[in-house]
């Protein structure tokens, strides 16, 4: 198969040194590139393929100089069977409606977003958001991105309060699980994990093979789920393997 070529050369840069989010005591570093809005999808493919993550128009992945605990890992869909453990999480969220939405920002999905970074992530990077920050988030961007929103079940038959909401682009290969949250109050429910299972139901549905998860750091207590879902798959040098 011919290999995709971009029609302008991207351009690569490195951020300057930072603290590490996620492991104490380390620090990071990232390369990223523009993605073009002239074939900005296409690339996309390829990047998030080669172990690049989105946020945005920016493609991005680690280039630590002291650390490699970041592993880019996606899900084989064909291969993933549903534990007990499993199976109980989607029993438990089966009364949430699924919608699959335009990418396009609304003042209840930030509502949400502030009321799950007050609780979860108060001191994070994104505590500082603001609404036209999320906009940014959602619909600056020329790939093949769609919001899907969980809700619970009214009385009145309209609406149901919304729960749950995932950042997701559409992939040549699979799902790319941009960005997730949730209502914190129903941490009972596992949403966060149940967000990651209903995307597989989503590839299986649709025949993509696969569901990216961006990045799993070992050692990091806030990535520990994302090695609960096996197999999965990580990217090494010799490209992707069996994690």
């Not at 999480?89 to 396009?104: C, G, P, T």
């Amino acid at each position: 198969m011919t290999q995709f070529v971009p029609q302008r050369q991207l351009r690569f840069y490195l951020t300057s040194v930072a603290p590490c989010p996620y492991l104490p005591g380390q620090t990071e570093r990232k390369v990223f590139a523009n993605l073009p809005f002239s074939d900005g999808a296409h690339v996309n493919d390829e990047l998030t393929q080669a172990g690049f993550r989105r946020s945005q128009n920016i493609a991005y992945r680690p280039a630590c100089e002291t650390c490699d605990a970041c592993v880019s890992v996606r899900i084989p869909t064909g291969e993933f069977a549903f534990s007990r453990s499993q199976r109980r999480i989607l029993r438990a969220n089966e009364d949430l409606s699924r919608d699959l939405v335009e990418a396009e920002a609304t003042t209840e999905q930030f509502d949400l977003l502030r009321k799950y970074l007050n609780a979860r992530h108060p001191e994070g990077g994104m505590s500082g958001m603001g609404w036209l920050d999320y906009v940014a988030m959602v619909e600056d961007t020329a790939v093949r991105t769609h919001l899907i929103e969980y809700r619970l079940p009214s009385a009145d038959g309209g609406p149901g309060d919304l729960v749950g909401v995932c950042l997701t682009d559409l992939l040549s290969d699979g799902l790319s699980m941009v960005y997730s949250f949730f209502d914190p109050e129903l941490e009972e429910r596992s949403p966060g994990r149940f967000a990651i299972l209903d995307h597989i139901r989503q590839a299986l549905t649709v025949n993509l093979p696969y569901v990216y998860l961006g990045y799993w750091v070992r050692g990091s207590q806030k990535m520990d789920y994302k090695a609960s879902f096996r197999p999965m798959e990580q990217l090494t040098r010799l490209g992707w393997r069996l994690l």
